[in-house]
């Protein structure tokens, strides 16, 4: 392997870019029209992958507040607006009406914000229990396994590291930091006692038997999940002592559902005013549909029908100032972990480039060791040949020794450290660069 391909692996923190979107910077309207799956964004992100695509290295990460991708390109300007563009023609969005609720980080702050979004900082409700589990879903993914090298494998890794550190040594997690939690304190709120409230949740995924787990601790009288796969369904209401249905079974059990929830991830309504017309019976009812799919479960026009009340996530974004309120104080603590784990992953990048470079030299001078020793021995005998040889090396290696262990400790962000690794390749003859650092702002 050459000195360049050796110097191309180490990455500079630089190199390291997130496009993306979230609910701190895009309504649920904008973000329904960008959600994809995270199957078909790997699958938008094979062409930018491939040789002269521009992308080094991939990881999308796909909730129901936020769609990001972060990558590792030489170019890392260059490549997120390829990104964009891409990511726009999958969605049938012109990507100019996409940069208003679009955000783009480079650099130290694409790294910072990883962190900050495994430690749930980033979360609608601080301290979100179910952030931590997607990140590492979307590290441990087949396709991201494949197509993450070592800059972004050990991002991902320190940046679950943060997320664990926060939540055990901090107490902005206490009381159940989630959105769910959030949502259902609010229409306990509207409602009061869910004592004798009949709840229909649909979707038995993570959010789901969250909705679930929390209905029933809040003491509701009935609790049926209904499911995609029936069997899971079951399978989830049966440790609550509720009852599991098919999806496609859902209209026979709407007219008896007090309070209903969307969880389910697909993109059409599974609720319209339209299905609501057997319980035409009961005028004087309130029924509340709480919808926190992404896309949405029900029709906005729900809000239309008398005697419904449609609580969507916006709704719920609106209402989480309470919850956030108790855990201000524990921000601060969660912030510096943050911080503090960021920058042991930049020194980690800095070390590996240096070291890259550390090893390019040696492999120069090994080589010219090498060159000088065969010339030397030529026309003498295979064992003489073989004893110049194995000299050469070994007075190469011991003085190369000392400078090696030298370099390897320096730190190339301080002005000496720097100073250090530029004067190497000219010490030595080898034609290499040390990368600068510039600075990474956000668009």
Not at 198 to 203: E, I
Request: with cysteine.
């Amino acid at each position: 392997m050459g000195r360049e391909s050796l110097l191309a692996q180490a990455a500079d923190v630089a190199d390291v870019f997130v496009v993306g979107t979230s609910h701190a910077v895009a309504p649920a309207s904008v973000r329904e029209r960008l959600h994809v799956p995270l199957d078909e964004v790997h699958a938008a992100l094979a062409p930018l992958l491939e040789d002269g695509g521009g992308l080094l290295e991939a990881v999308p990460l796909s909730t129901c507040a936020r769609l990001e991708v972060y990558g590792i390109a030489a170019d890392a300007s260059l490549a997120a607006d390829r990104l964009l563009c891409l990511l726009a023609e999958r969605v049938s969005v012109v990507a100019s009406d996409m940069k208003d609720h679009v955000y783009v980080l480079r650099g130290p702050a694409a790294v910072r914000h990883l962190f900050r979004v495994a430690a749930g900082l980033d979360s609608v409700v601080h301290g979100e229990a179910q952030i931590l589990g997607q990140v590492r879903a979307a590290a441990h993914h087949p396709l991201a396994v494949a197509r993450k090298g070592p800059i972004l494998h050990r991002l991902f890794e320190l940046s679950l590291a943060a997320g664990k550190r926060v939540r055990s040594e901090t107490d902005i997690g206490r009381g159940g930091a989630s959105l769910a939690a959030a949502a259902i304190q609010m229409v306990r709120h509207e409602i009061g006692s869910l004592d004798g409230v009949s709840a229909l949740v649909l979707g038995a995924g993570d959010t789901g038997s969250l909705v679930a787990r929390l209905l029933r601790k809040a003491g509701v009288r009935r609790l049926v999940i209904a499911n995609r796969t029936v069997d899971t369904a079951r399978r989830v209401a049966e440790g609550l002592g509720g009852e599991g249905i098919a999806l496609d079974d859902l209209g026979a059990h709407l007219a008896e559902a007090d309070l209903v929830v969307g969880a389910v991830t697909g993109g059409e309504f599974l609720v319209t005013p339209s299905s609501l017309d057997q319980d035409a019976g009961h005028p004087h009812r309130t029924r509340h549909f709480l919808d926190l799919a992404h896309p949405r479960n029900f029709d906005p026009a729900l809000a239309d029908v008398p005697g419904v009340r449609l609580h969507d996530l916006e709704r719920v974004f609106a209402r989480v100032d309470a919850v956030q309120a108790t855990r201000v104080e524990q921000i601060a603590r969660a912030e510096a972990i943050v911080r503090e784990q960021a920058e042991g992953f930049e020194g980690w990048v800095r070390s590996r480039r240096s070291v890259a470079l550390v090893r390019a030299v040696r492999e120069h001078v090994l080589a010219v060791a090498q060159a000088e020793a065969e010339q030397f021995a030529q026309g003498r005998a295979d064992a003489e040949k073989e004893r110049i040889q194995r000299f050469a090396r070994s007075l190469a290696r011991t003085l190369l020794h000392p400078a090696t262990v030298t370099l390897r400790q320096v730190d190339p962000a301080s002005p000496q450290g720097r100073l250090m690794l530029e004067c190497l390749p000219n010490l030595f003859g080898v034609d290499v660069a040390l990368k600068g650092d510039p600075e990474s702002p956000r668009t």
